[in-house]
Structures are given as C-alpha cells and as structure tokens.
C-alpha cells in the first residue's frame, strides 16, 4: 500500500484511484520555497512601485509649482505690457502737446513769456472743463427728458379710462371709477413735482410750437383758429415741450 504526504504530519493510506498524484517531501518543500521566492519578489515589485508612485507624486507636484511660476509670470508680463501701452499713449499725447506748444512758440509774434502762455493753457483748458461739464449736463436732461415722456402714456390711458367710464349708479362701479380718478390725479401730481406741466388749449388760439393739429372743424362757439377740441393732453417740462397737444382747431362759423 502507498501513502500519500499530509503537509499537516499526517499519513494516510493512498488509494489506488485515477487522478491521484504523489507530493513528496521534497517536492513539498521545494514548492515551498517558491512560494516564499514569489512571495518576496512580489514584495520588492510593491516597493519599487511606491518608489516609482513617490517619485510620480513629487514630479506632479513640481509640474503643477511651474504651472504657477509660469503663470504668474505670464500675469507680470500682461501687466507689463499694458503699462508700457499706457506709456506709449501718454508719450503720443505729450508729444503732440509739445509739438503744439512749439508750434504756438513759433507763431507768437509777442514773445509771450512763459507765464503768459501758462495763462493761456490754463484758459484753455477750463474752457475745455465748462465745455464737457455742459455736455454732461445736456445728456442726463435729455435722458430725463426720455424717461419722462415714456411715461406719458399711461396718462393717455387714465384719461382714456375716464371718457368711457360707464354710467351707472352701481356702488362698485362708482367706486372703481373713483380710484382710477384719483390715480390719474396722482400720477399727474408725480409729473408736476418733476417739473411737467400738462397742456390743455381747449378754446385758447392755435400755437404751431405747443400745438398738433390733426384736424379742422365749424364752430359757432369757438372762434377761428382757436382750439375746438383736445383729443390728446400735451405736456411740457419748462419751455420744452416733452409731447405737443393733438388739437383740432375750429375754422369759424359753418357757411350757408
């Protein structure tokens, strides 16, 4: 009877069935030792790996450090170039005024001494201040101005709603139409504490530079070329007319 070798000290009877193989001491042993051999081969694979991982790690973060260095450079020199940009405009400008000066020098028949001529800059340029000081100024009236008359319509709509104020004796009613009287008669109050004044000719004489006449009509009451009817209020801010009157203006008696 063969055995077959038990890695724990034990023997036990082989049996003769196909398929069994016999591990000898030795071979057990020798199957031992290369597994200690993998086994530390693969330890010293893992060590040259963190190695290598480690040295990865350290040229990332080198890498990323001349990222910053350079960037930060590239930033010094954007700088760099706008200022030098700068310089150059401001030299144009200085040469210019210099070429200027030199040119007014040449051209004094005086001889006007340098404080003469400081003078005459000085005035120059408090001219050039009052100008652009007035430009401003003219800007943001016109931009009021602007603002202003696109708020007029919604008095086109309070007054349109009151025309065609339905006649009723119902409380509700009454009392909606009172709120949109009296919205119109605060809106129109904002207007006025801005300096708008509204324009209505009724029956006053005909005026090209307030009025807008879409129209012309006979009147017994009315005399010619005075207004007959408003069909729209005008409105202006001081004697500048934000919006003409739309007027129609009466032409006198009708004629047999």
């Known amino acids: 009877m063969t055995y077959s070798y038990d890695p724990f000290g034990a023997s036990r009877p082989r049996g003769r069935q196909s398929g069994n193989v016999v591990i000898t001491p030795a071979e057990f042993q020798k199957m031992q030792q290369i597994v200690q051999e993998l086994g530390a081969r693969l330890e010293q694979e893992l060590a040259k790996n963190k190695e290598l ?18 960037e930060i450079k590239d930033e010094a020199l954007r700088r760099q170039s706008e200022h030098q940009k700068q310089l150059e405009t401001e030299i144009v400008f200085v040469r210019a005024a210099l070429a200027e000066a030199q040119e007014r020098l040449a051209a004094d028949p005086e001889g006007a001494t340098w404080q003469e001529r400081y003078a005459r800059l000085q005035a120059e340029m408090d001219n050039l201040r009052k100008r652009w000081e007035q430009r401003s100024i003219d ?105 003409p009157a739309r007027v129609i203006v009466s032409s006198g008696p009708a004629t047999a």
Do not use: C, W
Not at 54 to 65: F, I, P, R, S, V
Not at 180 to 197: H, N, P
Not at 208 to 217: D, L, S
């Open 53 to 70: 991982q480690a040295g990865l790690d350290q040229q990332t973060k080198e890498l990323h450090h001349t990222r910053q260095e350079v």
């Open 139 to 243: 800007e943001t009236a016109e931009n009021r101005r602007r603002v202003l008359a696109d708020m007029l319509p919604l008095a086109d709509h309070l007054d349109l709603a009151l025309q065609h104020q339905p006649q009723s004796d119902n409380v509700q009613v009454r009392n909606f139409v009172g709120n949109i009287d009296a919205t119109r008669r605060a809106f129109l109050e904002t207007l006025r504490r801005y300096g708008v004044e509204r324009i209505e000719p009724t029956h006053q004489l005909f005026d090209p530079t307030r009025h807008e006449a879409i129209g012309q009509t006979p009147s017994a009451d009315v005399p010619a070329d005075h207004v007959a009817l408003v069909t729209q209020a005008g409105y202006a801010e001081g004697d500048r007319i934000l919006r």
